[in-house]
Structure formats: structure tokens, C-alpha cells
């Protein structure tokens, strides 16, 4: 029986905010931040793997790294690694792979996940994935897993959630971009927000007619060249029309505009893993609440630090507290955890004053 | 006519107190400290080449360092290389280069200099060194090179200085080794006390006199032998001899118990770089005291650093203060400066931890 479940990858990420342990030459999706011998985006292929067959599993990512990828992930055939010809945010992604996704199979549900987010508890997540994927195949909406909230956030989504539930999925209400201190309190004493996850799920259906609403621009576009997808022309029209895509993000574009958006309520130990600090939050930590990747350190006096050495390399550390020390082969950084927002400006400097290869 | 002026550069220590920087397999006075192109080592052949023919520099070292002596100091015939079979202080460091001088020329006048000091002012200090070697020529003295003390240095020797002069070289009175702060204070103010710089002159027949008297140990051992130096048969003498001699040093042995010791009183910029404290110190810092080695550091907000990191790395430094940064091929040191007296610790914790290439 052909299996009618599918798994878009967006896998396209320049990991700046991990510079310089990742950088654009290996971005974050591409590291096995955790040691577990699996990069972030093997392990996203691995979880979903187990209840996708591999054949419908898409990577969009950027030609750049078209050869990571193959590497990484040797199951996938190379038709199955969809390569943008330039960085536009995630609705476009999301469209070129639908299109790709309705050239195969027009009866398509559809899960939508990032490249580079933790999952911890991994049977959790995948009952909530099999239950959003039974109810994205009766209704026609927009599915989006919510995590319940642990703490004031300030750099997630949050969406707030209807009481109602329909077979306990529940109607959003708002979506709100990244929250202030107190905004974000509010939002969390509420108990009627939950953090937008970024994982999405619906049928083929749904999103093509969302697109179509709320994103006219993308979609006329790609229906121009709907009977190219999935033929040996297909590249040639992305190249050339994936450029003039608007530069738009999902949420922005579509599930803030759109009244049929639901959420499934979800704990299933989620990171998005966006910032030192997040990765810190979510990684074993030792009884001084250090985390280290990858390496080995002796600490010393030391506390609440995150040491990633990209190399095989013994680090000492005395009288360090809430820093971060990251390392590629041709940097080092050693910064103040609390001043992580401050590091793509770091970069920015030394490459002026130093070169690009930094 | 023959020149009878000899130097006999110690260069077998094995630089563990700027670990990981430098270790024993490439320790500090191999090392290009300064980015000038040349090692501490090279520099100071460089500096007495100016006035003693190369022919005459004898380099110590210990077996383990012959292939990287002779690779920097490719200007050295191989019986120039002395090779010590086990580490020995430098009393019997220095006997064994006496006694092979002996062999070559009984006149000899000899400096006597360890290899891995920062000197700045290189005229002034050729200056003096002449002026010892013009000394001792006529008088059976020890001879040493005082350094006028800029501070309360706690981890030098201090000699006390007799007001009277002869030729204007000052007659010793008393060798303090390493005083507590509030001593080396009183050194300081008292005005009577100048720092040991660990730079020797003397004759030939004096110092091997010095040893007959206080180390009738080493003296005998090499007598015995003294036919056998400057022969083919020199380094299996040495290799049954030298193990055997007393672990001693020629201050404990041989200078505080002499009556015959004399100082030149100097101000040539020195520093024995022992510590990354004093190479802080005998460093060019930049606007905010941070010194850093070799490699390209931005700093923000962060004053009074060393970095020193061997391979060609950028550094990238925000908010630290008074730290050490210190790297290896293997190994990422950071350490308060104030702790660094404790940093032969961590290395010994590290290699019973992981193993001894650290």
C-alpha cells in the first residue's frame, strides 16, 4: 500500500550563533553537538525514520552543502536533496518541497520539522507526530506541535491556545514573536501559551491552499512550473525562480494570517537549540553545571560554563563562571555567557580584520 | 691569535610552568616567544656570537634535545652539542662543560648563561659582559651579573652588594633565594640588594678551583676522568659519570659558599621568564596590558591577559581579566594569573587523567 506520509527537512541553516565551534562551512545541523556519533540532522532522520519511509523523506537545504548532505546521509537518493540556489526563509522552502511532494503524490500529508533541534524524549514526540498525522488526514488545517512552557523564554515563539479541542487538538488563538521579560512571565503564569516548536504538520491539500491565500506571489509562481517538478527540469525553473521568492518566514507568511491553525499541546523535551544558553539548558551538565561537547575538560573552581572544542582536545579551565569557549581549528572565542548576543558581531569584527576564512 | 673567551649557553630545562605552551617536548627556550623569528635559544647565541666566536659556544642540553639544538642551531658543529644523559641542576651542567674547555684551552675565560632569558637591552649587556670578561682575566673571582630590582620580585634570588668596589664590580656579601613579599620589600628599599640574574663570568682555573673546594664530589668525578674529555670516549665517561653527580645547583653549590664572589651591577632590561607573570611584565602590552604571543587576539573588555596559543589562531577574548590563555596542539589552558604557581598541578592532574602526551 503507498504510504501517504511525508517528511520535509529544512536543513538550510548558516549556524553563525555557534560560531566559531560551527560556522558556514559546517553549520550547526551538520555537528553531533551531543557526542552521540549522529549529527543533528542524522538524528532529526533518524527519529523520523522510524515511522517514514526513507523514500519520502525530503532535505532542502543550500547548494553549499549539497555535499554534507549526501555524506551525511547517504540513505537518500540524490533526488531526494532539494538544493536552494539562495537563502529565503522558510515559506519558500516549505513550497518548493510541497510542489516537489503534490509532482509524487497529491494525497500527501506532510510533517515539516528543522534540521537542528533536540528532541529528548523521542517515543513521546513520535506519539504526538502519528497523532497529528491521523488528524491533518481528516481536517483540513494547519498543525504546529507546541511545547509546554518551563520558563520565561524570551527568544521562542509563543502561541496562545483556544480552551476547545477538537479530538484534543486545540485551536490556536495568537501567535507572538519572541516576548519580553515580562511579556513572557505573563505568558507562562497564564497557562494559555505554549512555545511554537516549528514542526508543523498537514496534508498536501492544506498548505498548497494556504499558499495560495496568504502567499499568491509564491504560489502563482510555483504553479506556473507545477509539471516541472519532479522531471529533469525542475532545477533549471528553481534556479531560476526560487530567487524572486519573497524573503518570508511560515509563521510570518502564513500561520499568523490563516483561521484554521491548531496546535498539539506536546512535552516531549524540546531545544531549538538556538543559543549557547538553550543548548546549555538542555544538555547533561556535570554537578558544577558545566556541559562540555565532544572533549575533555578538567574544570577548576569552575561553573555554568559551555566548552565545545571542535577538535580532539584536552581543555583546563580554572576560575571560569557562565562562560562560553568554542573552538574551530582557526578560532577561538572566549566569551561571557550572558553576552552570547553580542557573538555574530564578534565575528563580524574579526572577519573585517582578520579575513573571511575565520 | 687564539681568542680565549668561551660561553656556555644551559639550555636543558624542560619548561613545564608555561604548560600547555610549552612541555617537554618543545620547552620554552625552543620556542619563538617574542614572534621575532627566532627561539629564546637562538637569541641568545645570537646575542654572544656578537663577541664570541661560534666556535666557542658550547650549548648543554639534555639528550632528549640534541635533534631540536641542532636544528636551530645549525651554526654549531656536533661536538658543540653536550649532551646530558639525566637531568642534573647546573652545577654538574656546568662542570661538564669546564672540564671539556679544559681540554681545549686552559686560559679559557668562560660566560656561563642559561638559554632561555629575555634580555632588552643588548648593547648595555654586551657592555657588561665585556667588562666582566676584561675582569676576571685579572682577578681569581666568581663573577655574576646583578640586575638592579624594579620591584619586590618574590621568585628571584637577591644578592646583597658590599659598598666597596674594585674596578667597579661590587664584592658580594650574602645570596637570599625567593624572599617572602615584605623581605624583598626591605631588598628593595634598603638599596644593598640587586637581582641574580643567573648570568656567570669567571676563568677557567677559577671555577674549576670553586668546585674543588665546595663540590670535591663533581671535582673528582670529572678529574678522574679528565683525560677522556674532548675525546671520542667523552660520552661514555659522561653517560657512567654525570648520572652519578649530586642534583645541586651552582648557586646552593658552589657561589653562596665561596668568599670570592663578585657582582656586576646591571641594568640591561632582563627577565628570567620564569612565569607568565614576569613574561607579562617583560612584555609589550597593548592599551589595556593584555600581552599575546605569536597570534592574532581581539579583546573586548579584557585587560591584563596573556594569550599565548602555539598554532596560528585567531583569539577572540570578551570580559576576562587577569587571565592566562595558553595552548598546545593538544591541550586549551585558561587559569586566573594570580593561580599560576598552581598550574604544575593541573598538568600533573590532566596527564593522570588522560594520559601523559598532555
Not at 519580553?180 to 491552499?209: P, T
Amino acid at each position: 500500500m503507498k504510504n501517504n506520509n511525508y517528511c520535509i527537512i529544512m536543513s538550510g541553516g548558516i549556524g553563525n550563533r555557534f560560531w566559531p565551534y560551527s560556522n558556514e562551512k559546517t553549520p550547526k545541523q551538520f555537528l553531533d553537538f551531543f557526542g552521540t556519533g549522529r549529527s543533528l540532522l542524522q538524528s532529526t532522520f533518524d527519529r523520523f525514520n522510524k515511522i517514514i519511509p526513507k523514500e519520502n523523506i525530503f532535505v532542502v537545504t543550500n547548494d553549499g552543502y549539497a555535499e554534507l548532505t549526501r555524506e551525511q546521509l547517504p540513505e537518500l537518493s540524490e533526488d531526494q536533496i532539494l538544493l536552494e540556489p539562495i537563502r529565503r526563509n522558510t515559506a519558500p522552502c516549505i513550497a518548493y518541497a510541497s510542489f516537489r511532494i503534490q509532482a509524487i503524490n497529491p494525497e500527501a500529508n506532510i510533517i515539516v520539522t528543522p534540521s537542528d533541534h533536540l528532541i529528548l524524549k523521542s517515543d513521546q514526540f513520535i506519539a504526538d507526530i502519528n497523532k497529528g498525522l491521523d488528524f491533518v488526514q481528516h481536517h483540513d488545517v494547519l498543525l504546529t506541535l507546541g511545547v509546554k512552557p518551563s520558563r520565561p523564554e524570551t527568544s521562542y515563539g509563543y502561541i496562545q491556545v483556544c480552551v476547545d479541542k477538537v479530538e484534543g487538538v486545540h485551536k490556536v488563538k495568537t501567535f507572538t514573536e519572541k516576548p519580553n521579560r515580562e511579556l513572557a512571565q505573563a505568558f507562562v503564569d497564564s497557562g494559555e501559551f505554549v512555545w511554537n516548536s516549528g514542526i508543523f504538520i498537514w496534508s498536501l491539500k492544506s498548505i498548497l491552499n494556504a499558499f495560495k491565500t496568504h502567499l499568491p506571489d509564491i504560489s502563482n509562481k510555483f504553479n506556473d512550473g507545477a509539471h516541472l517538478f519532479n522531471t529533469e527540469k525542475e532545477k533549471e525553473f528553481i534556479d531560476s525562480s526560487f530567487p524572486f521568492c519573497p524573503n518570508i518566514s511560515i509563521d510570518y507568511g502564513v500561520l499568523e494570517k490563516a483561521d484554521n491553525v491548531f496546535v498539539i499541546i506536546s512535552s516531549f523535551g524540546w531545544s531549538d537549540l538556538d543559543s549557547w544558553t538553550s543548548l546549555h539548558d538542555a544538555s547533561q551538565r556535570d554537578e558544577s553545571n558545566n556541559v562540555n561537547l565532544n572533549n575533555d575538560v578538567i574544570y577548576i573552581e569552575s561553573s555554568n560554563n559551555v566548552v565545545a572544542t571542535s577538535s580532539k582536545k584536552l581543555v583546563v579551565i580554572q576560575g571560569l563562571e557562565d562562560y562560553i569557549i568554542a573552538e574551530s581549528d582557526k578560532t577561538l572565542l572566549i566569551c561571557k555567557k550572558k553576552e552570547e548576543h553580542r557573538i555574530k558581531h564578534f565575528m563580524t569584527d574579526a572577519r573585517f580584520k582578520f579575513g573571511d576564512e575565520f
